[in-house]
């Protein structure tokens, strides 16, 4: 994070941003490992330079948090579509007219021959 503006480097065009990018890429060419980058940007800036919140303490709800809500919601959606399926009634085959005995008795006769 730029120290000036509150942004990240990539969009600042302040000096220390345009200064931290400049040490990032010696360091980079240098070999330096990214943990190694980090610490002495925050030895020089702080710790608020790093864009990212810590994992430890009280940060840590900032990466926690997230995972539980989009848990706790897919298990909400989940017991709630699984409930809605077993609430509906099965459809029930619509009653027909009872046809008339001597109708009916004609009409197998005239499956049987198509048999």
């Known amino acids: 994070m730029c120290p000036v ?4 480097i990539d969009q600042s065009d302040s000096g220390p941003a345009r200064r931290m990018k400049a040490f990032i890429a010696r360091r980079i060419a240098a070999g330096d490992t990214r943990s190694e980058i980090e610490n ?18 009280f940060d840590l709800l900032a990466w926690v948090l997230p995972l539980v809500a989009l ?4 298990a ?5 579509a699984w409930r809605w399926s077993r ?13 008339d005995p001597d109708l009916e008795r004609r009409v197998d006769e005239e499956l049987e021959r198509f048999e």
């Not at 609430?87 to 046809?99: C, D, H, M, N």
Request: aromatic fraction near 2%; proline fraction near 11%; hydrophobic fraction near 45%.
């Open 5 to 8: 503006c509150d942004t990240t």
């Open 87 to 99: 609430s509906r009634a099965p459809a029930a085959l619509p009653a027909g007219p009872q046809l």
């Open 40 to 57: 002495e940007l925050i030895a020089q800036f702080g710790p608020s330079v790093i864009a990212r919140p810590a994992t430890h303490g």
């Open 71 to 74: 848990l706790g919601g897919g």
């Open 76 to 80: 909400v959606v989940g017991v709630a």
